[in-house]
């Protein structure tokens, strides 16, 4: 039983090619309902890790990285059909960039580094999942969300670089966001 959150985590990573695929095929009704399927294995791992306490290391680790696979690979698919603007695909891929480099170096430097996200960044999490369920709702022509569409871009820009500056303020100038640090 311990292992069910992991195996909901490794079935969404497994739904990225699946959904890449869709995409590159502007199958955006199925790719809507690809990653819906994707969202529901998420809500359904976190909460099932919580309430019996099946949260694991490797879960810890695989689970943002699920999430990161996603929302990337939807951003990158979305931006070659040329739906998604270029330069929120940089900025959102330059800001996991230095959150991954982040990680790395903080898990060589110290014992004990515990990756715990900020509020920005769980905001921003959010409003890119909706991002990508709004744009895909509008690309399979079921509303007419364009309005919607652009407000959530420029939410998704803000927090994105708010998220990106305060990852940079907590670990690397306010090393107390650390789980008690000793150097190697």
């Known amino acids: 039983m311990i292992y069910i959150p992991n195996l909901l985590t490794l079935l969404r990573i497994g739904l990225v090619p699946v959904l890449i695929l869709l995409l590159q095929n502007q199958a955006y009704t199925m790719a809507l309902w690809v990653f819906f399927v994707a969202g529901v294995t998420d809500g359904l ?78 905001i921003n999490t959010f409003l890119q999942i909706v991002l990508v369920i709004v744009l895909l709702i509008e690309k399979a022509n079921l509303f007419d969300l364009q309005i919607l569409t652009q407000l959530l871009i420029w939410l ?29």
């Open 156 to 184: 998704v820009t803000i927090t994105i670089l708010v998220s990106g500056f305060q990852y940079v303020y907590e670990w690397g100038i306010r090393r107390d966001y650390i789980d008690k640090p000793t150097l190697k």
């Open 45 to 122: 791992d976190g909460f099932i890790a919580k309430r019996f306490g099946y949260v694991t290391r490797l879960g810890s680790v695989l689970d943002p990285l699920a999430d990161k696979l996603l929302i990337l690979s939807t951003f990158v698919m979305l931006t070659i059909a040329g739906d998604f603007p270029f330069w929120l695909l940089i900025i959102a891929a330059f800001r996991d960039l230095i959150i991954i480099t982040g990680v790395v170096i903080l898990t060589l430097l110290y014992d004990h580094f515990e990756m715990k996200p900020i509020w920005s960044s769980k």
